[in-house]
T-cell receptor, first 115, second 113 residues
Framework: KAGVTQTPRYLIKTRGQQVTLSCSPI?????VSWYQQTPGQGLQFLFEYFSETQRNKGNFPGRFSGRQFSNSRSEMNVSTLELGDSALYLC??????????????FGQGTRLTVV | QKEVEQNSGPLSVPEGAIASLNCTYS??????FFWYRQYSGKSPELIMS????GDKEDGRFTAQLNKASQYVSLLIRDSQPSDSATYLC?????????????FGIGTKLQVIP
């Protein structure tokens, strides 16, 4: 069973540009969550998508957005990049039991560097 | 007060010793608790989940949960150098079909050969 796949693994962008990251969850998992990880702040929750709908959202500005497709694949977009957006972006997938998520499994992440 | 608190470490233990990693949380409504291990430059890997008070053992790992004290811990017996990593505590609260996941900053564990 394939794990969570994130692409690309590494990105270098300049300030003001936008970027799109992709995540393919484990087959059968319908919930996809996105996290930002930086040395100072640790893992911070961005948002969660389930059945193509954003179900939960963290405390990030509107420059951070996402979507989920009918095959559960998800994309995350960051517009007007700032130096502070440099981070490891992690995607996690989980299945749902009732309304509740099971354990989350992480992809390898996308390392974004903004210069 | 942070929602999930962990000592960032590093916690240094000799090979073969027991490593004790601790996590406290502020939300009494929290219902699910997870420990992840993250090697440098890698993504977090789930190692333990615990949902009810008490101990849960899996090989060399034991997770302990005390909801009254809002405390969850991870014990690693017979620590090996390969256990050297950052250990993240994750706490989940469910409400009205929505979940809130909060991670601690992580504790860096160093196992000294």
């Amino acid at each position: 069973k394939a794990g969570v796949t994130q692409t690309p693994r590494y990105l270098i962008k300049t300030r003001g540009q936008q970027v799109t990251l992709s995540c393919s969850p484990i087959s059968g998992h319908r919930s996809v969550s996105w996290y930002q990880q930086t040395p100072g702040q640790g893992l911070q929750f961005l948002f969660e998508y389930f059945s193509e709908t954003q179900r939960n959202k963290g405390n990030f500005p509107g420059r951070f957005s996402g979507r989920q497709f009918s095959n559960s694949r998800s994309e995350m977009n960051v517009s007007t990049l700032e130096l502070g957006d440099s981070a490891l972006y992690l995607c996690a997938s989980s299945s749902i039991t009732g309304d509740l998520n099971t354990e989350a499994f992480f992809g390898q992440g996308t390392r974004l560097t903004v210069v | 007060q942070k929602e999930v608190e962990q000592n960032s470490g590093p916690l240094s233990v000799p090979e073969g010793a027991i490593a004790s990693l601790n996590c406290t949380y502020s939300d009494r409504g929290s219902q699910s608790f997870f420990w992840y291990r993250q090697y440098s430059g890698k993504s977090p890997e789930l190692i333990m989940s615990i949902y009810s008070n008490g101990d849960k053992e899996d090989g060399r790992f034991t997770a302990q949960l005390n909801k009254a004290s809002q405390y969850v811990s991870l014990l690693i017996r017979d620590s090996q150098p390969s256990d050297s990593a950052t250990y993240l505590c994750a706490v989940i609260r469910y409400s009205g079909g929505y979940q809130k996941v909060t991670f601690g900053i992580g504790t860096k564990l160093q196992v000294i050969p």
